[in-house]
């Protein structure tokens, strides 16, 4: 046969080179030396977390993927745990959480982005006054908290530059607890209300929300920003969510908070009608006949709370207040 030239014979018995390969096998690393850590906070890819009352920084295992890890996870960690200038930790596996608190970039956005996991309560802080109160705002976080199964509280602050009655009458047939704080003033309900959980911080920028975690945490070093005399928001101050330890005291238990940037909107695509009206037994009770798809707003058909709104069953306050959040979860913020 020529050089170069191949019979069917050869190219039938021809067999292509096998490639090396290291054996695969399912059998996963068990971290058995693993310690356990919670992440207080997040900058670019790198994780600062506490372990065992020690600062630990960490990256994220490969196995992982591309599993999210925020601030509160309760994780699992390997590697150099000192703590020491340098040293640097893998985290390997995320605890399962217990709430996750989320929102979108904007309404119609299908992504959703995690703030912070495992808090028990989220706090809306909002000023009275300068910047003036932002209804929508406030309610699209009430929408969140429900939906992610924690207990609301209203904060308000700079109470000496205005009255807090007008806006509380907005809230009070929702239920929400609330704490009125002003300049300098008494912060003991405050601490009251947050001793013992995990509370996570939110609100527009300029509402008081640095000054009021550096007066909880004296030595939290949050900047702290002015609100802008023409547009009347505030600037960003916090980049990153912080999660800080309250003072210990004997009297009440340990207390975490987390600061988080301030907010211009809160998208809340990922909230539906069925799981936010759950936060409202009576009220849930009362659509269980209601027609399958019903969003429970106003223009519903045959909806069991017009129904129980004829019979004299249900608070109309109420009813319209579940039905303001409902609506704030497509109603452009201004």
């Not at 919670?38 to 994780?47: A, C, F, K, N, P």
């Not at 703030?115 to 009275?128: G, R």
């Not at 009430?142 to 509380?168: H, I, N, S, W, Y």
Request: hydrophobic share 35%; proline share 6%; aromatic share 4%.
């Amino acid at each position: 046969m020529p050089s170069g030239r191949y019979s069917d014979q050869d190219v039938e018995h021809y067999e292509r080179p096998r490639r090396r390969t290291r054996p695969r096998t399912k059998e996963r690393p068990s971290y058995d030396d693993a310690v356990t850590g919670v992440v207080v906070t997040v900058d670019r890819g790198r994780y600062t977390l506490l372990v065992d009352g020690r600062t630990v920084m960490a990256m994220k295992a490969r196995p992982l993927g591309r599993k999210g890890v925020v601030v509160g996870d309760r994780v699992r960690v390997v590697g150099d745990v000192s703590g020491d200038d340098g040293s640097l930790s893998r985290i390997v596996e995320v605890s399962e959480r217990v709430t996750v608190l989320r929102r979108t970039a904007d309404d119609d956005d299908p992504v959703e982005r995690i703030i912070v996991a495992n808090a028990e309560q989220l706090v809306i802080v909002t000023a009275l006054a300068d910047p003036e109160p932002q209804p929508r705002l406030i309610d699209r976080a009430l929408v969140a908290a429900f939906d992610a199964g924690m207990q609301p509280l209203l904060c308000l602050t700079k109470a000496d530059l205005a009255d807090a009655e007008t806006l509380l009458s907005t809230y009070r047939s929702l239920g929400v607890p609330w704490v009125v704080t002003r300049r300098g003033g008494d912060l003991a309900e405050v601490r009251e209300r947050l001793a013992g959980r995990t509370s996570v911080l939110v609100g527009s920028s300029g509402v008081g929300k640095s000054t009021l975690v550096n007066a909880l945490v004296p030595d939290a070093g949050r900047e702290v920003g002015i609100v802008n005399a023409v547009t009347g928001r505030g600037r960003h101050t916090s980049t990153s969510a912080y999660m800080l330890e309250l003072p210990r005291t004997e009297a009440q238990g340990v207390g975490w908070i987390i600061d988080t940037p301030g907010i211009r909107s809160f998208g809340l695509a990922h909230v539906q009608p069925e799981h936010l009206i759950e936060a409202f037994p009576d009220l849930d009770e009362m659509t269980e006949d209601c027609p399958r798809g019903c969003t429970h707003g106003t223009d519903e058909p045959e909806c069991g709370l017009d129904e129980a709104l004829a019979a004299g069953t249900a608070d109309p306050e109420r009813v319209s207040s579940f039905r303001r959040l409902l609506a704030a979860r497509s109603e452009p913020l201004y």
